[in-house]
Each structure stands twice: as structure tokens, then as C-alpha cells.
């Protein structure tokens, strides 16, 4: 909230209940100069006993309307008309701020609307004027108290504590910081991390903690440079995504507010459409299709508005809006491992992130995918070509978490990981040794267990034969091994 400059004459007409929202003809109104306030203003000596008592207080105004209604007016707090929020409140408050320098402009609207409802604006109004009573802190120490109450909101993930936090602060001039401060400290970490983020975003507008307008800001900061932090941060969209699907989960804002507040930080980079495509895929994993439907035909939007002008559509959607038509295919989960793993070089926590964001439970599990990581995991190890193939133990040892986490210590799926095996050897023209490599690899890390590899060479799964047989006899001295090993622990 910034004070004018310039003395600026203010009238206000208030409009009387039962006026039916006209404008009754113009009566005499004395105009207020609007003062300069300072820094940190006070309550100045202008102000009358009764006017310093309202707004401290909260108590409604003591003037009323033609007809004994009470005047209701809306001020915008802000440098300008057009970009600022309108705040309802009653005439005394009204005057309060204008000798104050807090408020810029205002206009008129009808009486009609409940009294409880008045009531309640009215201290919100209140409370805003005692915000702008208390110094403001400098940007570095806003951080660090933000960063403070993200942090043990984040250890203990309690809602009710952390939104009576941000309320303590009494910076509501600067509640765009903590946005920003939520999203940086979340952006790295897990998805569960970041929702838990975006629930407290929305706790704390849905309680009027945190008003849209810095909410909005403060996100959009964060996406001034998102396209350059691409670079070191791959996924960054889907993660964006992330923080802002709780807001739509529980209607807090709509896909139409998001790209008015947002359209001008991604259409000139090219990324509406990706980060709205990641925000639909989002919701149709936590509701249902006809739903996010009704929610994409509520906004207006078309793709044709996010893309970049000369862009195709049709391309667009298939590479980027397939998962919204439902589960993912074999193909389409193979392309997306290998790009994640080979191309992307993603972290394990990326890549745990992208399975909880794209597949179910029951996805996880599934034969599809553990093949389609198996073949990704195996196909970033091997080097070399042809004759000359080998495996790099280290690719199989950097991505250990994530094999075992998937494979979960189970005979049957790690029998699909060896039937994914067999099937690269097989696509590679079976170079020599390359099979015996592998499973050399898979069992001295335990990735793949005795039984597991038991159960893959007496199988007799007619969708698996196809290279089953050279398959077997490049790994019978593995096998053989395997048993000589196996009678000699049992003899000892």
C-alpha cells in the first residue's frame, strides 16, 4: 500500500439503503484532502476522537444514510485504480483513511447485503489499518522469519499453528514474501512435501490470512525465472503444478485466474500450456474426468490461447495432454521412464516423484511398469556397441533405490524385471556376455533373488520364449555357479 504523492481531493456520496444501488442526487459532502503518510504512519492528530476510536476498535460507524441506512462504501488500497483490490467499509473508517494517506480511490455501491456481512468487512478493514500502523520488517528479515515458520510447519504439519503464524506477523503488505518463500523451500523436495505446501496456501486464504492478490504475486515471482531455473530443474512445471493443485482441489481459485495472473510471466516463454496440461493431469488423478472437464469448460481457456503462436495443437496434446484420456500404455510408460532416466538424468526423488504424480497403487505394481523401468534402469548401463557391449555396475548401483523400492523384495516382480532383461538382450541382437554381466550385477547388489532367478530360467511362459533359448546358455555358468554356491552354504 503506497500513499499519494500529491494531495488528491476525495468525495465519497453514500448511498442510502432502499435506494435500489442509484445514485441519489448530489449532496454536499465536504472533500478530504489525502496527507502524505510516512514509512511507518501513525494516527495523526487529524483524526477526530470518534474516528480513531472506530477504526481501533472495529465498532461500526457512527453516521448513518438518508432513511437511517448505513452507508457502505468500497476504497481500492493501492497505487492505482486498475490494479489494486477493493475493500468494502463504512464511512467513518472511510474518512479514517483517506486522512491517513492509506487510501487512494473509491467508489460507491449499494447498501443491500446482510448486516452480518458488513460487520465482518468492517474488521477485516480494521484489522488492515492496525497492519499498516506497525513498521514494516526489511525484505531479508521477512525471509528469514518466513522461512522460519515454513520450516517447523514442515517438520510437524500443523495447519492451525502455521496460519496463526502468518498472522502474528502482521505484514500484510509483504504476505507476497512468504508465497515466495513457500515455493522456493518446496520446489527440490518431495511431492508430498509440496502439497502439504499448497494446503497451507490454502488454508491461509481460505481464512483470510493471506489475500489472493499476494498469493499471486508471490507465486508469480517465482515464475519470472522458472524457465531458467529448467535448466537445473528439469520437472519444474509439474512441481509449480504441484503447490497450485491444492487451491483447485478445494475451489479456492479457477484455471481462468490462474492464466490472467499468470499469462504474462508464461506466454512469452512458451509455458502456459505446459504448466496447464500438469495442472490437469493433476486433477484427474484426485477427481474424476467429467469433473476436470466441467472445471476446463468453466474457464473459457483453449489450448490455441496457451500455446505460442504457430504452435500446433494437435501436436500439443498428444505429447503433452495423453494422460488425461486415462491410464498410461505400455509404450507410453517406456518413453517417459527412458527420457526421465537416460535423457533427463533425473534424481531418485524426481523420478519417485513423477511415479506418485502419474500412476496409482495398483500402476505400481503392475507388470508395465516394472518392465518399462527395468528396460530404462538397464538400457542407461549398457556401453559400448555391438560385440564390444558391457554394463556400467555404477548406473545399476546409483539407481539401487529406486529398483528396490519398486521391486519390493517380491519373487513375481522381480521375475518381470528379468523378463524386461530378456527382452533388451534380445532387441540389442544379444551381444555375448552382456545377459551374464547383468545378472552377475542384479545379484551381488540384491536386486534379483536366487528364487527369483530360479523361477525366470525354468519358465516356460510362451509370451517369453521368444530368445529364451541363447538367453539360457549364456548364463548356464551363472547357474552353475549359482548351485555350487547354494550346496556349499548348505554344507557348511
Not at 420 to 439: E, G, H, S, T, Y
Request: proline share 6%; aromatic share 8%.
Amino acid at each position: 500500500v503506497s500513499s499519494p504523492t500529491a494531495t488528491v481531493a476525495a468525495r465519497v456520496t453514500p448511498i442510502p439503503r432502499g435506494s435500489g444501488g442509484k445514485e441519489p442526487a448530489e449532496s454536499p459532502v465536504p472533500e478530504e484532502p489525502v496527507r502524505d503518510a510516512p514509512a511507518a504512519p501513525r494516527l495523526p492528530a487529524a483524526l477526530t476522537v470518534g474516528e480513531k476510536a472506530d477504526v481501533e476498535s472495529g465498532r461500526p460507524p457512527r453516521e448513518a444514510g438518508e432513511g437511517g441506512g448505513r452507508p457502505r462504501f468500497c476504497f481500492h488500497a493501492g497505487p492505482s485504480k486498475s490494479t489494486s483490490v477493493p475493500f468494502p467499509c463504512p464511512g467513518s473508517a472511510l474518512l479514517a483513511g483517506f486522512k491517513l494517506g492509506w487510501i487512494n480511490h473509491c467508489f460507491t455501491i449499494s447498501t443491500q447485503y446482510p448486516i452480518t456481512k458488513w460487520k465482518q468487512d468492517f474488521r477485516y478493514f480494521c484489522k488492515f489499518i492496525a497492519s499498516q500502523d506497525k513498521a514494516l520488517l526489511s525484505e531479508e528479515e521477512m525471509e528469514r522469519r518466513c522461512r522460519s515458520i515454513i520450516d517447523e510447519f514442515l517438520h510437524i504439519n500443523d495447519y492451525k499453528e502455521a496460519v496463526q503464524c502468518v498472522t502474528e506477523l502482521e505484514q500484510g503488505p509483504q504476505l507476497h514474501v512468504f508465497v515466495r518463500v513457500g515455493v522456493e523451500s518446496t520446489l527440490e523436495r518431495s511431492y508430498i512435501t509440496r502439497d502439504h505446501m499448497g494446503q497451507l496456501f490454502f488454508q491461509l486464504v481460505n481464512t483470510g490470512a493471506l489475500p489472493k492478490v499476494h498469493f499471486f504475486k508471490g507465486f508469480a515471482e517465482t515464475l519470472e525465472v522458472a524457465d531458467d531455473m529448467a535448466i537445473d530443474i528439469p520437472h519444474i512445471w509439474l512441481y509449480l503444478a504441484e503447490l497450485l493443485n491444492p487451491m483447485f482441489r478445494a475451489g479456492a481459485i479457477s484455471l481462468r485466474e490462474v492464466f490472467s495472473e499468470f499469462s504474462r510471466h508464461l506466454l512469452p516463454v512458451g509455458r502456459a500450456g505446459i504448466l496447464f496440461s500438469e495442472i490437469l493431469h493433476l486433477l484427474c488423478k484426485q477427481m474424476s474426468h467429467k469433473k476436470v472437464g466441467s472445471l476446463w469448460g468453466e474457464s473459457s481457456l483453449s489450448w490455441a490461447e496457451l500455446l505460442p503462436e504457430g504452435e500446433d495443437v494437435r501436436d500439443f496434446i498428444a505429447d503433452h495432454v495423453t494422460l488425461l484420456k486415462g491410464e498410461l500404455s505400455a509404450e507410453e510408460l517406456s518413453l517417459r521412464l527412458e527420457k526421465l532416466l537416460i535423457e533427463d538424468m533425473a534424481g531418485d526423488e524426481q523420478i519417485f516423484d513423477w511415479v506418485e504424480a502419474n500412476l496409482d497403487e495398483s500402476q505400481m505394481s503392475s507388470p508395465a511398469f516394472l518392465r518399462a523401468l527395468m528396460t530404462a534402469v538397464c538400457k542407461a548401463a549398457v556401453k559400448g556397441e555391438s560385440t564390444s557391449c558391457r554394463v556400467d555396475t555404477t548406473i545399476i548401483q546409483k539407481r539401487l533405490p529406486v529398483l528396490l523400492k519398486y521391486l519390493n523384495s517380491d519373487t513375481e516382480r522381480q521375475l518381470q524385471a528379468l523378463y524386461a532383461l530378456q527382452a533388451l538382450i534380445v532387441k540389442l541382437d544379444q551381444p555375448p556376455n552382456l545377459l551374464r554381466m547383468f545378472f552377475d550385477c542384479l545379484y551381488d547388489e540384491d536386486v534379483i533373488s536366487e528364487d527369483a532367478f530360479y523361477k525366470w530360467e525354468t519358465s516356460k511362459d510362451p509370451a517369453e520364449e521368444l530368445g529364451k533359448g541363447v538367453a539360457l546358455k549364456s548364463v548356464t555358468a551363472f547357474f552353475t555357479w549359482l548351485r555350487e554356491a547354494e550346496e556349499e552354504s548348505e554344507d557348511n
